[in-house]
C-alpha cells in the first residue's frame, strides 16, 4: 500500500533542495540566537530582550522585511491586546474574593483528610485556570496552601509544585486560559487561517487535566520531599536562629548619642539593626533618626563572627534575655511588627534590583532578615544580594507595611495571617461578566478580543475595579514580550527562515509515522520552554511546524496544536513557567524537584496530547 509521505518524498526532496541559506536567513537566524542567549542568561529581563529583538528587526529591514509599520503591529495585535484585557478581568474576578470565598468551602470539606484537601486545592487550581490566567490563580492558591498546611502539620512542600503543574494543564481548557494559547491562536489565524475557537480543545484539556491529576495525586504527592518542615515558623523556616541576637549599649559606648543611622555607617559591617527597645518600649521602623543610649537594646541581623567583632570593638553586651524574635512578632496581631514571608513575582521591574538598590526599608519600612531561592538560604550581603523572580523575603514588616506588600502586586504575600478586604457583594456580577465575555464567544456572536474589551469596560463600570486598579492589574512585561516577539515570527516567514528549518524536519518523515511526528514535535517544543519563555517558543515553533506538516502532507493544524499544548505545559525545570518560579521559594524546592517529579508528567502529556490530536483532529 503506497503511503501519504510515498507519494509527496518527490515534492518534498524538491522543497529541501531549492530551500538554501540566504543571507536574509541568516541575519533572522543570528537575532534568534542572540535572543536565545539572552532569553537563557536572563542578563536582561524577557521584555526588554524582546524589545531589543523588535528593533534590531526594524534597523535591519533591508534583510529581515520587518519595517517600522511592520515591527509595531505587535502592538496593535489582537492576541497582545486581548491577553491585556484578560489581566483586567482576571483581577476583577480577584478583587471580588471568588477564589478565596470557593477555597474556604473547600477547605471545609476537606478539613479531615489530608487527600481531600490534596484534591481539593489541584482542582481548584486546574479548573479555575481555564477561565482566569493560571498565574494570578497560583498567586492566589499560595497562601491558601500554606495556610492549610499550617493548620494541618503538613509540609507545603507537599501542595505547592502540584497547584503549579495542574494550573498549567488547566490553562489548555479553553483560549483565554494563558496568554501563549491566544497568541498561538492569532499565529495560526495568519499562516494557515484557522485561528482557535473558544472552546476549540477544550474536551482534550479536560482528559489531559484528568491525566494530570491522577498522576499528582496517586504519584507525585508520595515522591515530593518535605522541604519544608511541616511545624516550623518563618524563622526557623528561614535558619535565622543564628542571626538574630538582642546585643545592650553599655555606659561610654562608642555608639552612644549617634543615631541608628550612624550607627549604621559606623559599624560598617554586614549588620542591620531590626528594632530598639529601651525601658519595655519597642521601636520598630523607622529608627534612622533615633538616638541610642546607654542601656538601650538592639537586635541586630549578623553572622556569629561579625557578633562577636562587634562586642569587641563597640562596647556592647549580649542581652541577658535573648531569644531571637519576641515571640508576639508572629502571630500576635496586638505586635507592632511580625514576620511575612513574601515571594517576588517573575518577569517585574524588579528583577536585578538589591534590597539596597531598591530602598526597600525606606519605601516599606520593614526589614529584610533573610532571602530564599530554592534550598539556598541567604544572611549575609542581603542589601547587594540581586533579586531573582520567585525568590522568597523574609521580611519583618508593621501591619501597614504588611498591607503596603500586600496591595503590591510585584509580590506574594505567601502567608496571610487575615484575609484581605475583599468587594464580596460584586461577585455575581464579575462572574457574570466573565460569563458573558466566554458565552458571546463561544457561541461566535463577537471575537474573543471585542467581549474582552467589553468585558474589561464592564468590570470598571460596575464596580468590580477601580479605573486606578486597572493598570496595576496589567503584566506589562508580559504585554512588551508578546509585542516584540510577534514580529520575529513574521521575519521567519517572509525571509524563508522557517521553511528552511523545516526541511530538515522533514528527512524524520520516511522514518516516523504522522504521529510520531507530532510527539516529535511537541517534545522539542517542550524542551525549548525550559530555556526560554513559553510565548517566544511558539513564535519560534509554529512557524517551523507548520512549514514542516506542509511539506509531508500533514494537517498543519495538528502540528500547531502540538506545539500550542508543549509550550504552556512546561514542568521540567523552576525556571520553565512563571508559575513554577512563583513556588520555588516558598516550597524550599531543589532545582532536581522539578525534574524528577516533572519529567514523568511531560513525558505522560506529551503521549496522551499526541494521541489525542491524532484522534480529533488527525494527521
Not at 513575582?345 to 525606606?362: A, C, K, N, Q
Not at 456572536?445 to 486598579?469: F, H, K, W
Not at 508578546?482 to 514580529?487: D, F, N
Not at 522539542?524 to 514542516?548: E, G, K, Y
Request: proline share 5%; glycine share 8%.
Amino acid at each position: 500500500m503506497v503511503s501519504l509521505v510515498d507519494l509527496t518524498w518527490p515534492l518534498i526532496q524538491a522543497a529541501a533542495t531549492s530551500s538554501e541559506l540566504t543571507i536574509d536567513m541568516l541575519v533572522v537566524f543570528g537575532i534568534i540566537a542572540a535572543a536565545l542567549v539572552l532569553f537563557i542568561t536572563e542578563w536582561l529581563p524577557l521584555d526588554i530582550t524582546a524589545m531589543g529583538v523588535l528593533v534590531a528587526l526594524i534597523v535591519l529591514e533591508p534583510w529581515t522585511q520587518i519595517s517600522p509599520q511592520d515591527g509595531l503591529m505587535g502592538f496593535a495585535n489582537p492576541a497582545t491586546i486581548t491577553v491585556l484585557a484578560m489581566f483586567v478581568l482576571s483581577e476583577g474576578v480577584r478583587r471580588t474574593g471568588f477564589i478565596q470565598w470557593l477555597g474556604d468551602k473547600f477547605v471545609e470539606w476537606g478539613k479531615d483528610s489530608s487527600s481531600r484537601q490534596f484534591a481539593m486545592l489541584t482542582g481548584l487550581s486546574g479548573t479555575t485556570a481555564g477561565m482566569i490566567n493560571n498565574t494570578p490563580v497560583v498567586a492566589m492558591m499560595i497562601p491558601m496552601a500554606n495556610d492549610i498546611a499550617k493548620k494541618t502539620k503538613t509540609s507545603p512542600s507537599k501542595y505547592l509544585m502540584p497547584i503549579s503543574f495542574i494550573s498549567m494543564i488547566g490553562g489548555m481548557l479553553t483560549v483565554i486560559g494563558t496568554s501563549t494559547n491566544l497568541l498561538a491562536s492569532d499565529i495560526s489565524g495568519r499562516l494557515i487561517d484557522r485561528s482557535f475557537t473558544m472552546f476549540e480543545f477544550t474536551h482534550l484539556g479536560a482528559i489531559l487535566l484528568v491525566i494530570g491529576f491522577l498522576y499528582l495525586f496517586f504519584v507525585a504527592r508520595h515522591l515530593i520531599p518535605e522541604r519544608i518542615s511541616p511545624e516550623e515558623d518563618l524563622a526557623t523556616g528561614f535558619e535565622m536562629d543564628q542571626y538574630l541576637t538582642e546585643v545592650a549599649v553599655r555606659e561610654n559606648s562608642e555608639l552612644e548619642g549617634k543615631t541608628v543611622r550612624e550607627v549604621v555607617r559606623a559599624l560598617s559591617l554586614d549588620a542591620d539593626i531590626v528594632h530598639l527597645i529601651r525601658e519595655g518600649e519597642k521601636f520598630s521602623q523607622p529608627l534612622a533618626r533615633k538616638e541610642v543610649r546607654p542601656d538601650d537594646r538592639l537586635m541586630i541581623r549578623t553572622d556569629r563572627n561579625t557578633l562577636l567583632r562587634l562586642l569587641e570593638r563597640e562596647n556592647l553586651r549580649i542581652a541577658p534575655t535573648t531569644a531571637g524574635l519576641a515571640d508576639g512578632d508572629e502571630g500576635d496581631p496586638q505586635a507592632p511588627r511580625r514576620l511575612v514571608e513574601v515571594v517576588m513575582l517573575p518577569d517585574t521591574d524588579l528583577m536585578g534590583e538589591t534590597i539596597g538598590s531598591l530602598r526597600f526599608e525606606e519605601r516599606y519600612e520593614a526589614n529584610v532578615l533573610a532571602i530564599r531561592r530554592g534550598r539556598e538560604v541567604v544572611h549575609d550581603h542581603l542589601s547587594e544580594f540581586k533579586l531573582r523572580g520567585g525568590d522568597s523575603l523574609l521580611v519583618l514588616a508593621s501591619d501597614q507595611a504588611f498591607k503596603q506588600l500586600g496591595q503590591d502586586r510585584r509580590f506574594i504575600v505567601t502567608r496571610e495571617e487575615e484575609p484581605p478586604k475583599q468587594r464580596i457583594a460584586k461577585m455575581p456580577i464579575a462572574l457574570g461578566i466573565v460569563a458573558a465575555v466566554v458565552g458571546l464567544a463561544g457561541a461566535g456572536v463577537m471575537p474573543i478580543l471585542v467581549t474582552a474589551l467589553l468585558g474589561m469596560l464592564a468590570m470598571v463600570a460596575t464596580g468590580c475595579l477601580r479605573p486606578n486598579e486597572v493598570y496595576d492589574s496589567v503584566d506589562w512585561p508580559v504585554i512588551f514580550l508578546l509585542a516584540g516577539m510577534i514580529p520575529l515570527g513574521t521575519a521567519m516567514e517572509e525571509t524563508g527562515g522557517a521553511a528552511y528549518l523545516a526541511s530538515y524536519v522533514v528527512d524524520l518523515a520516511k522514518v516516523l509515522p504522522g504521529l510520531a511526528m507530532l510527539f516529535v514535535f511537541y517534545l522539542f517544543t517542550a524542551l525549548v520552554t525550559q530555556v526560554v519563555s513559553n510565548n517566544a517558543s511558539v513564535v519560534l515553533m509554529i512557524p517551523v511546524a507548520v512549514d514542516a506538516a506542509r511539506l509531508i502532507g500533514a494537517d498543519p493544524f495538528s502540528f500547531v496544536l502540538a506545539v500550542t499544548f508543549a509550550a504552556s505545559t512546561a514542568m521540567l525545570t523552576p525556571i520553565g513557567y512563571q508559575t513554577n518560579l512563583m513556588v520555588y521559594g516558598p516550597g524550599g524546592y531543589t532545582f532536581g524537584d522539578f525534574f524528577r517529579i516533572g519529567a514523568p508528567l511531560q513525558l505522560i502529556l506529551a503521549v496522551a496530547t499526541a494521541l489525542g490530536i491524532y484522534v480529533f483532529w488527525g494527521v
